[in-house]
């Protein structure tokens, strides 16, 4: 997995992330390519043309939304992340032509928060430390993968968004234990016949070949050549093998919350 620091606003949110990755299949890249263009156009469109984009419900959150063994989620950090994940939905919502329901949207994002919270206590329970070194190290790593100079660099980006240093390297620490956590969760390796399955199921799904010319593009209306299966293989394998570590991690939070005592309070 990964290690990139994004806060706590994404402590959780790279396993809300995840799970966004475990549900993608081979069309991603044209998917993300046309949610970005209805981004453009929603951006572009004139009054009243298209819905504005809807609000967060932000309202009577408390200062407190969950305890996990003792271990306090406060509302600003829910808060923080709940727009994050609203931000993403409310569009994929306006695309489809849907209502988003807040109230089910909050309840998932407490509940991988709380999942994400019992990760970390589990390496610690596991023995696994997160020293000024590993925490340097991610802030390093985060700078470099940011195209910033220094951690200096980082620290002044998160500082205009709002993110004081201490709680940039508090979250940075947790996310080092997640990780150690994560790590040591099983996942099985991709199967060539989930592979194939994942290419066919792209390979119907490809669009019609624009224009009638030449035999690259097709006969018009026809589908688009869709590139050989071993070509596609090495994305086949991360999206499956994403998708599979999402359902090992989501598992893994169920088995601590059993044993767990955790309070909801939002």
């Known amino acids: 997995m990964r290690r990139k620091l994004l806060t706590s606003v994404a402590l ?17 890249t044209t998917a993300s390519t046309a949610s970005t263009e209805a981004a453009g156009a929603s951006q572009a469109a004139p009054e009243g043309g298209q819905e504005a984009m809807p609000e967060p419900d932000l309202k009577e959150i408390p200062d407190v939304v969950a305890t996990v063994n003792g271990e306090e989620i406060s509302g600003k950090d829910f808060s923080g992340v709940y727009e994050s994940q609203f931000q993403q939905m409310a569009l994929q919502a306006q695309m489809s032509g849907q209502d988003l329901d807040q109230d089910a949207l909050k309840k998932q994002t407490l509940d991988t928060m709380v999942g994400s919270e019992l990760l970390v206590q589990d390496a610690r329970a596991s023995g696994h430390e997160a020293t000024d070194q590993d925490v340097d190290a991610l802030l390093e790593e985060t700078a470099k993968s940011q195209q910033l100079g220094s951690v200096d660099e980082l620290m002044a980006a998160y500082k205009e968004r709002g993110f004081a240093e201490d709680q940039v390297r508090s979250d940075a620490r947790k996310q080092v234990l997640m990780t150690a956590a994560i790590e040591e969760i099983d996942v099985p390796k991709p199967t060539e ?15 019609p070949a624009e224009g009638g010319g030449g035999e690259a593009s097709g006969a018009e ?10 070509d596609l293989k090495p994305q086949l394998e991360q999206q499956v093998t994403a998708q599979k570590q999402n359902e090992a991690i989501m598992e893994r939070m169920e088995e601590l919350k059993k044993g767990a005592d955790v309070e909801i309070k939002l």
């Open 12 to 28: 959780v949110g790279s396993l809300l992330a995840l799970g966004a990755c475990g549900s993608a299949d081979a069309e991603s």
């Open 193 to 207: 016949a989930e592979l194939k399955k994942l290419y066919d199921q792209a390979a119907a799904a490809q669009p």
């Open 221 to 230: 209306g026809a589908p688009a050549e869709t590139p050989a299966f071993e």
